[in-house]
């Protein structure tokens, strides 16, 4: 059955007849989607992070049975060389294979005066640059003998300050002091976490012959096949062979949990924002009782009086998403925050927003329905008489 809706204008102007009112709700809601939107950001994040971080080229070879603790890895210096010359299809331009053996490790990093933390430090060869093809030398120079090479995001990992952390200043660790040689990006990946120095330095200074991992890049017309067949008929080296968007698709896995809690953790948010939101909403209701009524009186339904409710709950909701989207994009996005595997950027990207504008239209229409219909099964008499 058709019933008359009440003007759309009638909803914008009560929203600006109660100016304190409608500040507090705007900016209560902009909180609350703020809240979300950060959450979120964080989870976009470290999914992206993660995910750009394997090149679907990149084969590595490390310990057998070490699963995703290539910190733990331990193989024969000797297996550098051995892969390249027992696997066909590995990359090769100009004589030089794209072949890089590494020494990676998590050690305490200590910046100036500052305490330890815990760091991640990659000993490697200048053929690294060929088979890591997303890193890219932003500030500074290659590292010669007693330098180390810092990623963007080694400061917030070791929570030093970016001028601490600048081309020409000392660190400190594996009991020696390395100058800073350069700043390297690495397309938001993983990497950008470490710190790299050269790979026959970090073995003296550890005391160590041995390898970590060997990354390898294979061809485009290569098969994983051969690589992993190597590994698994050179049984005396005790190898095993993963492709690198396999492994990080794993450590994927592996953060379920934490991406599961993040999620619930927007849900509580909302749900909180639900119920601010109704609690103001109630006291806006409340005192609107006898106009209302009379509109109930002058003949519109009372449908009619929900709908307009709804619309100005949403357009609060609105106005408060799109304020909190651009509050999120000029402070949040590319923020950095420390995590277990080191480092990476809050992403605030078009599917964050999209989940922080649903969740503030949603706060918007749920908070506006209970107390319109609780104020409206008023009989219209008592609400006419109401203060």
């Known amino acids: 059955m058709f019933f008359r809706l009440l003007p759309w204008e009638y909803a914008i102007r009560n929203l600006f007849r109660r100016p304190l009112r409608t500040f507090l709700t705007f900016a209560g809601l902009t909180t609350v989607i703020v809240l979300v939107l950060v959450v979120v950001g964080f989870i976009r994040g470290l999914e992206q992070s993660l995910a750009v971080s394997g090149d679907p080229q990149t084969a590595i070879v490390f310990s057998k049975g070490m699963g995703e603790n290539l910190e733990y890895s331990s193989i024969a210096m000797r297996t550098s060389d051995l892969v390249p010359a027992s696997v066909a299809g590995i990359q090769e331009r100009f004589g030089q294979k794209y072949v890089s053996p590494e020494l990676y490790l998590g050690t305490e990093v200590t910046v100036g005066d500052r ?90 200074a550890m005391k160590r012959q041995d390898l970590s991992i060997v990354a390898t890049t294979l061809a485009p017309s290569a098969d994983f096949v051969d690589l992993d067949l190597f590994c698994k008929e050179r049984l005396d080296l005790e190898l095993q062979a993963m492709q690198e968007t396999e492994y990080y698709a794993t450590l994927q896995q592996d953060y379920v949990t934490v991406r599961w809690l993040a999620w619930l953790v927007v849900l509580l948010v909302s749900g909180a ?77 078009s599917m964050a927003i999209l989940i922080g504008c649903a969740v503030g239209l949603s706060l918007g229409f749920f908070g506006a329905i209970p107390p319109a219909i609780r104020a409206l099964r008023m009989p219209i008499v008592d609400g006419l008489k109401a203060v």
Do not use: H
């Open 115 to 204: 305490e330890p933390s815990m760091g991640l430090v990659r000993g490697v060869t200048r053929s690294i640059l060929l088979v890591r093809r997303q890193v890219e030398i932003e500030e500074g120079n290659w590292p010669e003998p007693g330098e180390v090479m810092v990623g963007r995001m080694v400061a917030t990992k070791t929570e030093a300050t970016k001028a601490e952390m600048g081309v020409g200043q000392s660190i400190t660790f594996e009991g020696r002091s390395w100058r800073i040689s350069g700043i390297f990006s690495a397309g938001g990946s993983a990497f950008e976490s470490e710190a790299w120095c050269r790979l026959d330095e970090l073995q003296q």
């Open 273 to 349: 924002g639900v119920f601010a939101g109704l609690n103001t909403m109630y006291g806006s209701v409340v005192g609107r009782i006898p106009e209302l009524s009379t509109l109930q009186t002058i003949g519109f339904a009372r449908r009619a009086i929900v709908t307009s409710l709804i619309q100005e709950g949403l357009l609060l909701a609105a106005a408060a998403s799109l304020s909190a989207a651009l509050l999120a994009l000029v402070f949040v996005n590319g923020a950095a925050v420390r995590f277990t595997m080191g480092a990476f950027s809050l992403r605030i990207d």
